[in-house]
T-cell receptor
Framework: SQQGEEDPQALSIQEGENATMNCSYKTSINNLQWYRQNSGRGLVHLILIRSNEREKHSGRLRVTLDTSKKSSSLLITASRAADTASYFCATPTSGTYKYIFGTGTRLKVLA | KAGVTQTPRYLIKTRGQQVTLSCSPISGHRSVSWYQQTPGQGLQFLFEYFSETQRNKGNFPGRFSGRQFSNSRSEMNVSTLELGDSALYLC????????????????FGQGTRLTVV
């Protein structure tokens, strides 16, 4: 079974608005990574946040991590139509390189 | 630096046949992992190879196998294909060097879309 669950499953917003998606996981982690996937293609690595970090920024992306709640959020600010994609969180199973993925959030940005 | 390269991009096979997929990791990356993505099950871990040895294995039948070569390139084989094996197969590469796991990113290829008919 997948460790991560993402919320919401689908999100539709207007261009220029912010999009927030959340990810929950079940066990302790070394890091949490967010990926984007466009229409059944490969996964694009967006950002990695370590377990001892609480917040990280990269361009229009802001990721937070709350290890006490076993959750993370990805905020995309000033969204663009090109941000339309599915977003996944992934965590390595403790001490290994086996990544467990969340169920994903399908984001649609309307022009 | 070139990214992760997977070949072929698309495959159509018949039930009962076998198939081999290839993955070339990012230069310098020695860990290669394989994932299966289906609409029903999402992204599922198949196995990970490092230094030509399988290090981790997911919960898939023995029909799914893989190997890694000395140049870190990896192949995945599925024998006796079933309709349910239709999926996007993704390969990921990681450095897996002296860096701590907490700092190690996994980068994915574009995937191979396998259709079993």
């Amino acid at each position: 079974s997948q460790q991560g669950e993402e919320d919401p499953q689908a999100l539709s917003i207007q261009e220029g608005e912010n999009a927030t998606m959340n990810c929950s996981y079940k066990t302790s982690i070394n890091n949490l990574q967010w990926y984007r996937q466009n229409s059944g293609r490969g996964l694009v690595h967006l950002i990695l946040i370590r377990s001892n970090e609480r917040e990280k920024h990269s361009g229009r992306l802001r990721v937070t991590l709350d290890t006490s709640k076993k959750s993370s959020s990805l905020l995309i600010t000033a969204s663009r139509a090109a941000d339309t994609a599915s977003y996944f969180c992934a965590t390595p199973t403790s001490g290994t390189y086996k990544y467990i993925f969340g169920t994903g959030t399908r984001l649609k940005v309307l022009a | 630096k070139a990214g992760v390269t997977q070949t072929p991009r698309y495959l159509i096979k018949t039930r009962g046949q076998q198939v081999t997929l290839s993955c070339s990791p990012i230069s310098g990356h020695r860990s290669v992992s394989w994932y299966q993505q289906t609409p029903g099950q999402g992204l599922q871990f198949l196995f990970e190879y490092f230094s030509e040895t399988q290090r981790n294995k997911g919960n898939f039948p023995g029909r799914f196998s893989g190997r890694q070569f000395s140049n870190s390139r990896s192949e995945m084989n599925v024998s006796t294909l079933e309709l349910g094996d239709s999926a996007l197969y993704l390969c990921a590469s990681s450095e897996r060097t002296g860096r701590r796991l907490s700092n190690t990113e996994a980068f994915f290829g574009q995937g191979t879309r396998l259709t079993v008919v």
